[in-house]
Each structure stands twice: as structure tokens, then as C-alpha cells.
């Protein structure tokens, strides 16, 4: 629990509920546009590649580019054109990263097919020619899954807020050093590869120089965030700007790396893509098990016999809430100690199950802020598992106060909008690092 713990004067005074900031819709669009320009782009390169001596086969693959490029249209427009209760751009915001991992299916097998007929051998490793994208996907996400399960410990659903926090920063860290990693080692003295020096003389030195250490950097940034979100919020002012010097120092070595770095650059980012393929599975598996999570809670919880209650007023401080810890993750509950009057005596509550919605107006908190769903005086509903036998509820049939699952009177149906309340933030979060990551990788085009 933050010293900030859901400030009574924020309970939403501020506008638009369920909208979204101006430039959190810009940086929506930019991903938008970015997404188009880089299949499109992507596309146009791989076909470069290709010898002439079998254009007949590449040209049997042009529905490619074409169908990439209308599938990423219609699925941005089919995103944004309905009518929505909540923001537009939040929509394209939760679906975007689903376009991306449909074309990264449609794609990848053609690569496969086409990659043989690469026109320079010498230019193309086997990490780009025979790449097991799939099995690397699997072990990672069963090492960033194993490694969320270890340090959320038995924290209710922290792992896979921890799991979504540790793949999006390791695709941020991950896409920043690697235009770094290439200009530091660039595996030869010479601007182009020799016999003496080949391309990739090392490869797993050389994977793992790119790979472990922002790799270390998101397991301990996730540790921390998981354990100690207070000590997060504080280091906050510190690491954005150590992200922003890493960003410029990306972007000016891709404006002036060699043709070996930029070379080694195009050999490497499958990597940069299986972090990418493991962002956006741990963005589906969130908003599934989130929605599922939702479901089964309050289908549980119609099924138990159910209390009325109040919420003792003890003070102007609310008594649950969700607050906004980072965007990396989805919103994280808190509450405090509180009691309940019920028919069948007073309950005390130390820590309770919330069965409740993310209101709209979560969409207008900053990082560090937290929302009341609950406070003194709320008519609520409250189960449990078990009746209590002791003083002083020797002969009461209230629930046990340790087994409570707590929801307001009012409580609404789940739906949609729960799902992609509680997942926009990783979202647009997911966005603005891919959108980092791809201007530096753009760069070295715009130089030559």
C-alpha cells in the first residue's frame, strides 16, 4: 500500500472518463502509421533479397505484400470506425497488438520458403535463414513465466502482471541495445565482412552479448516492481531518463553505423522479434485470463450465499481501490484495514477478495494514483466459504472475515470494456516501445 492510497479529492473530478489524453492518442496513431510503413517497407526488403534467378517464385509470393498491407488497414479501421462507450484509440489501442501478431503468422512461413533463395549467402546467417522462431518463442516464455511465478511468490495474479511487465521490458531493453551492441563489437576491424573476419565468426557469444544484459536489466526491474512498487514509483524520475539516453544512443549509431553494423543489425533482429512475438502473447494471455479471472469470480460468487452490508464509517479514506503503479501493468488493488455491519453483527476486515469492475474513469489517473471503489458508508454485498464459530460470532452465520469476497450493491455486469480497462496501459505501452524500437532500426535507411 502507497502513502497516496486513493485520495479522496481524486474520486473523479477530472474530465472525459473512459477517454483518452491527447497524446496518448497520438502515440497510438504513430504506431498505427508505423505498423503500415514497416510491413510495407519489411516486405519491399525481403523482396530485394531474392536472386532474379528465381523472381518467377518470389513474384508467386506478391499476394504477400499486398494482403499484409490491406490486413493491417481494414483490422485498424474495423478498430476505430464502431461506436464505442469508451475511447476510440483505447480500442485500437488493446487490438493493435493482435494485428501485429497476425502478420507475424501470415509472414513468417513464406519467410521460411523464400529464405533460401537469399541472392547473398555471405550477408545472411542461419539466424536469419533458418531461425527457430518458434521453439525460441516457447522456452522464453516458459523462462519469463517460470521466473514471474518465482518472485510474485503466492500473491493472487501477480505473476501475470509480473510476466507482462518482464516481456515488455525486455523487448524495450532488448531493441535499444541491440543498434548499441553492434556499434560496441562489430565483430571486425573493417566496414565490410572478410574470409578473416566473417559476419558471424561467434554466433553464440555473439547472441549472448546482445541478449544478456537486458535481459538481467528486465529480470531485476521486474523483481523490484513486484516487490517493492513503492521503491518503483520513487525511481521513477530516474529511469525514464535513463531509457530516453538509451533511445538517442541507439538512433545515433544507426545514423552512422558501418554496413557491417548495419548488416549484423538485420542478422540479429530475430531476436528483437521473438521478444516482440513474447510481448504481445503475454498481452493476449492477460486479457484472456483477466476476462476468464472476471468471469468465474462473479459466477462463483452469485452461486455463495450472499450478506448485506455497510461499510463502517471510520474516517473519510476509502476502503478499497485500484491504483496505477506503472504502465507495464494493469492495475493493481489495494485496500485497508476496515469492517462491515451486517445484519448478523459487525465483520472486521483485514484483507478481502474485490469482485467489481475498473471504472471508466481509471483512464484518467497518472502513475502513482489510485481510484476508490468502495468507502465508508457504501451499501456493499459480501460472501465467504465458511461461518464463523467464535466470540464474537459464536452463534452468527456471517462469513468468515479472513475467506470475504466483498462487492458494491451496484455491482455491473463484466464485459469488454473491464478487459480492456484494466489492459490499455500495457498496450499503448507495448506501442510506444515498438514504435522506439523501430526508429532506430528506420534510421539507418533514412542515412544512406
Known sequence: MTSRFCDPALDIKRSNPGKLAGSIAFVVGVACLITFIGVTLGVYLIGRQIDRAV????????????????????????????????????????????????????????????SGFVADRSSASALVTDYPLARAVALTLAAF???????????????????????????????LWLPISCAVWPGGAGTWWTPEAPLMAHVATRVAFTIVPPTVLAFSYTALALR????????????????????????????????????????????????MIVAIAALVMFGIALGVRQVVAHRAFARMKRVDGVIVEDGSEPALGFEITSWLRGPRTVQ?????????????????????VLPAATTQLEVGECIAVLRPRDRVVIAGTGAATGAPFRSS??????????????????????????MWRPAVAYLLIVVAVAIPALAALAAT
Open 55 to 114: 523472381s518467377e517464385f518470389g513474384r508467386s509470393f506478391g499476394w504477400l505484400s499486398y494482403s499484409l498491407t490491406f490486413v493491417v488497414a481494414f483490422w485498424i479501421l474495423l478498430s476505430w470506425l464502431p461506436p464505442a462507450r469508451l475511447s476510440r484509440a483505447l480500442r485500437v489501442a488493446v487490438l493493435l497488438p493482435a494485428a501485429h501478431a497476425v502478420i507475424v503468422l501470415l509472414a513468417w512461413p513464406a519467410w521460411n520458403k523464400l
Open 145 to 175: 513465466m517460470g521466473f514471474a511465478l518465482l518472485v510474485a511468490r503466492r500473491r493472487s495474479g501477480e505473476w501475470l502482471h509480473g510476466f507482462i511487465m518482464l516481456a515488455l521490458t525486455e523487448l524495450l531493453l532488448l531493441g
Open 228 to 275: 517493492r512498487p513503492a521503491q518503483l514509483l520513487a525511481w521513477r524520475r530516474v529511469t525514464l531518463p535513463v531509457v530516453g539516453v538509451m533511445f538517442v544512443v541507439a538512433l545515433m549509431t544507426r545514423f552512422v553505423a558501418s554496413a557491417r553494423e548495419m548488416v549484423l543489425f538485420s542478422n540479429l533482429i530475430t531476436l528483437v522479434l521473438t521478444a
Open 336 to 356: 485497508r484495514s476496515f469492517a462491515i455491519s451486517t445484519p448478523a453483527g459487525t465483520i472486521p476486515v483485514s484483507g478481502a477478495h474485490l469482485v467489481a
Open 397 to 422: 452465520a456471517a462469513p468468515l472475515a479472513g475467506e470475504l469476497y466483498v462487492a458494491p450493491a451496484d455491482r455491473p455486469a463484466v464485459g469488454f470494456s473491464h478487459v480492456a480497462l484494466a
